[in-house]
């Protein structure tokens, strides 16, 4: 994608969002298999993938991510005021994580 | 004396059922401190996403700036989007429509249809009393209120939850059709859009009543099958049938965000691209339950008009839209 973003981005310019596409979406299971190793590069990436999964099920979304998005996860996507946080991420139960909450939208009141 | 469109009532029962400002409403019964007040989410955007009646009334609109918001509203409350509550409430929502009929389809995280048909005998109660029941379970369950539409088609149910907001009940039966079509302006029919409404207006059509009188042969000469299929609805006939089964397949996935201050820093910028990607790859791998494979398109918004821009402008990304594609991910 490192191409594609030196093609995309003019320096100097200041930018205020981005975003992906993702389209001609189809199955793994039809992906051609090659002669020349694509394959193997592939289940490789696979079996990565499943360890990510794996810890992303237990300890939340984003607990593994990529190198080049640290910059965006290390930082509050907005500065402003914009940047507040729902009351119900300030209001975690034991256990609760900002990414990962039990399915409860709202409280009647709290017992100390 | 008009004539009618059709002779019967309901020969299919199909509700559809809306909730009001609903994601201002969740808001508001999650904290009942907020009842009676003006309420806006979208504080994470910079723009109102949706509001409650009391700020609807002091003439915020969908889309407005929170500086102009509080302008004109100063008391006005205005919180970021908590979309996690939003659907917990939504699920709960249709929950309560399926203890009615197993025939519901979520259209979107605040509407739904539902068909009715056939359920008169075995509840014993008329159709527009099982509609008045659905609208009390949701309205005192939820804590807030919804409108509701009953028709012969989902077409005429669209026009009957819209008839009567917020909190309204509004029974449309094939029969009496012609009364509410002959004030509805054509482009407030569901799924007619600009173009059909221009084509229309050059035709001399302005209300739903003239499209629906105008004869078969007509339609189908000028206009393609879909719309052929509303005017059938506009009729008293059953065309669209309910999507009752899972969420059909997505053929994009999109992931755009905004962020503050704007950068021109190149690395924090692609930072903000990865991220997209990762979130994009998140959501199609929750769609596919496998790996799966897509072509990906990068796009980036400029900032035209220096930091705390209102809504983003499509244009700004179409420029460079097709500009890469990385085949692969």
């Known amino acids: 994608m490192s191409p594609a973003f030196d093609d995309l981005c003019a320096s100097g310019t200041l930018y205020r969002a981005t975003g992906v596409i993702l389209c001609k979406l ?3 299971y039809y992906g051609q298999l090659d002669l020349f190793g694509d394959v193997i590069r592939l289940q490789r990436l696979s079996n990565l993938y499943e360890s990510v999964d794996t810890l992303r099920e237990k300890y939340g979304k984003h607990t593994v991510f990529l190198g080049a998005s640290f ?10 005021e914009r940047g507040h946080l729902p009351e119900r991420q300030h209001q975690l139960l034991p256990g609760e994580t900002t990414r990962k909450r039990l399915g409860i939208p709202m409280f009647l009141g709290e017992v100390h | 004396m008009e004539p009618p469109l059709a002779l019967h009532a309901f020969p299919r029962a199909i509700l559809h059922i809306d909730g009001d400002a609903f994601f201002a409403s969740c808001e508001q019964s999650r904290r009942p401190k907020l009842q009676g007040r003006p309420v806006v989410t979208g504080k994470e955007r910079g723009i109102a996403a949706s509001m409650s009646y009391e700020a609807k009334t002091r003439g915020v609109t969908r889309g407005m700036r929170l500086a102009d918001i509080r302008k004109i509203c ?4 205005i919180l970021p989007s908590d979309y996690e509550t939003y659907s917990l409430l939504s699920k709960r929502f249709f929950a309560i429509v399926r203890r009615y009929t197993p025939d519901v389809e979520e259209y ?4 739904c249809f539902a068909d009715l048909t056939g359920l008169r005998r075995p509840l014993r109660m008329s159709y527009i009393q099982i509609a008045e029941r659905i ?19 989902k077409v005429v149910a669209k026009i009957a939850s819209k008839w009567q907001k917020p909190s309204g009940l509004t029974a449309i039966p094939a029969k009496e059709l012609h009364h509410y079509l002959a004030t509805l302006a054509v482009e407030n029919v569901w799924g007619i859009g600009h173009q059909t409404t221009a084509l229309l207006h050059k035709h001399r059509v302005k209300t739903a009543l003239q499209l629906a009188r105008q004869p078969e042969a007509w339609v189908k000469k000028h206009f393609s099958k879909p719309f052929y299929h509303i005017w059938q609805e506009l009729n008293g006939a059953y065309i669209f049938e309910l999507v009752t089964g899972e969420h059909e397949t997505y053929h994009t996935i999109q992931k755009v965000k905004t962020f503050t201050p704007p950068s021109s820093d190149r690395g924090f910028v692609f930072a903000q691209l990865a991220k997209n990607v990762e979130n994009a790859c998140i959501k199609l791998q929750v769609q596919a339950r496998h790996r799966a494979r897509a072509d990906l398109s990068a796009v980036a918004g400029l900032s035209r008009h220096g930091p705390g821009d209102g809504p983003l402008q499509t244009d700004q990304f179409s420029e460079r839209y097709s500009a890469c594609r990385v085949a692969g991910v």
Do not use: I, R
């Not at chain 2, 100063?74 to 409350?77: D, K, L, N, R, T």
């Not at chain 2, 979107?108 to 509407?111: G, I, M, P």
């Open chain 1, 71 to 80: 910059l965006a996860h290390t930082h509050a996507q907005h500065d402003s």
């Open chain 2, 135 to 153: 609208k009390h379970e949701l309205d005192t369950e939820l804590g807030f209120t919804f409108s509701v539409g009953l028709a012969p088609n």
């Open chain 1, 26 to 28: 189809s199955e793994a």
């Open chain 2, 108 to 111: 979107s995280v605040d509407e």
């Open chain 2, 74 to 77: 100063p008391e006005a409350v």
